[in-house]
């Protein structure tokens, strides 16, 4: 379903179980971060009314995402670090149109938003399924399955407001983009890392 070029070496997941601390905070800081890409998509496109219903809605998950890690972070007697940097997306940042209508940097942002939630869903898939610590497990499982619509939501977006964007043609670019990216990643206690 995702169509992603390069699954998860399951084997990072023995990474991850060496610092759950370290996997949980940078997990927090992706689902604050996802927050706040939702809401700049609200705020720089507020004439659609059907997206900004729909994006409220995710905004919201993705804070409701945040509490959750948070509470268990808090749970465990762990401590939520300081926000890290997310080296994968501003990669893929850097991919995203410069030029072009505000309407073709706007499709690109869905696509760009759409690619994230791809990939986390693919790594929750990975922890859910291989994480020997069985409540994290079943709270990845769960969260994957939002992943999953998240992501399916950008794409129809994109779809249904682009104006000239060959939206079919700019995902399988940013499908081979990702593709090269993430070869130099899964090797570190962070979702994307």
């Known amino acids: 379903m995702l169509g992603l070029k390069l699954k998860t070496d399951p084997r990072w997941v023995n990474i991850v179980e060496g610092n759950i601390e370290e996997i949980l905070t940078d997990h927090a800081w992706c689902e604050q971060k996802a927050a706040t890409n939702v809401i700049t998509l609200i705020t720089q496109n507020s004439e659609h009314e059907e997206l900004v219903t729909s ?5 919201k998950e993705e804070l ?3 509490q959750m890690v948070h509470n268990i972070i808090k749970e465990r007697g762990l401590t939520l670090g300081r926000e890290r940097k997310d080296h994968y997306v501003n990669e893929l940042f850097k991919f995203l149109k410069k030029d072009g209508s ?5 499709v690109d942002r869905l696509l760009f938003s ?3 939630e791809a990939r986390s869903c693919e790594r929750f898939k990975v ?3 291989n994480i020997k610590d069985k409540e994290l ?3 990845y499982r769960e969260l994957m399955i939002s992943e999953a619509g998240h992501y399916t939501s950008f794409l129809a977006f994109a779809r249904k407001y682009s104006e000239k964007v060959d939206v079919d043609k700019r995902w399988k670019e940013w499908i081979e983009f990702e593709g090269e ?3 130099n ?3 570190s206690e962070t979702i994307h890392g």
């Open 55 to 59: 994006l409220l809605e995710i905004a």
């Open 64 to 66: 409701d995402h945040f």
């Open 102 to 106: 505000r309407n073709d940097a706007f």
């Open 114 to 116: 759409a690619m994230i």
């Open 127 to 129: 922890l859910s399924q």
């Open 137 to 139: 497990a079943t709270f």
């Open 181 to 183: 990216l993430i070869t």
């Open 185 to 187: 990643y899964g090797k």
